[in-house]
């Protein structure tokens, strides 16, 4: 079975400074997903990782996948206000009846001023 | 504009009723999924589709049922059989097989059983 676990799972941080989100999943695969939630709010699509060393950057986040190491990182860099967000990532398996994502738990975000 | 909508967005129900919760896409996806989230927590995989006619249970699929009849559509009934069912439900879909697995979430449906 696989589990996907991300760590903090709580971060507090204050607005200026870095931080770095992981999530380690436990069998092998070379897809992964972050997504970002919003309270009350559905999931929105941030990053697709589908290749080993891939690193990808959209404004302060930055995402890259070590599929050897089976670790994934969000790293965001001098935080504001607007990223305060549930962050999750998703790793794709294959099934004999298709594919489908796990998620981690996802790291709760608050930015202060 | 090319989307997942989900409805209604609140719910309400006695317990003992079944619901049935509606998921259309126009975005010519073949795979179709619902998820399950609790207050604080991930998301659980309840069932999900790959094709029309063709559906497979996931982790938690325990008093729900699904259908696929059609490409766009992909229903959720929650049975009186499901122990806890207030949540919040959201359906995703994605091109499906053979193709980047990225999925698409719709708005979502609070559901509160009292």
């Known amino acids: 079975e696989l589990k996907v676990e991300q760590n903090p799972l709580f971060l507090s941080m204050q607005e200026g400074k870095n931080y770095t989100i992981y999530c380690n999943y436990s069998t092998t695969s070379d897809r992964l997903y972050w997504y970002r939630q919003d309270p009350g709010k559905s999931l929105e699509s941030l990053f697709v990782l589908l290749s080993n060393g891939v690193v990808k950057q959209e404004g302060r986040l930055m995402a890259s996948l070590d599929t050897k190491a089976r670790l994934s990182t969000l790293h965001i860099t001098a935080a504001v206000h607007d990223l305060s967000a549930t962050y999750f990532c998703a790793v794709d398996i294959w099934e004999t009846s298709g594919s489908r994502l796990t998620f981690g738990e996802g790291t709760q975000l608050t930015v202060n001023p | 504009d090319g989307g997942i909508t989900q409805s209604p967005k609140y719910l309400f129900r006695k317990e003992g009723q079944n619901v049935t919760l509606s998921c259309e896409q126009n975005?010519?996806?073949?795979?179709m999924y619902w998820y399950r989230q609790d207050p604080g927590q991930g998301l659980r995989l309840i069932y999900y589709?790959?094709?029309?006619?063709?559906?497979q249970k996931g982790d938690i699929a325990e008093g729900y049922s699904v259908s696929r009849e059609k490409k766009e559509s992909f229903p959720l009934t929650v049975t009186s059989a499901q122990k806890n069912p207030t949540a919040f439900y959201l359906c995703?879909?994605?091109?499906?097989?053979?193709?980047?697995?990225?999925?698409?979430f719709g708005p979502g449906t609070r559901l509160t059983v009292t």
């Open positions: 975005l010519n996806h073949d795979a």
């Open positions: 995703a879909s994605s091109r499906g097989r053979d193709k980047v697995h990225e999925q698409y």
């Open positions: 589709s790959q094709i029309v006619n063709d559906f």
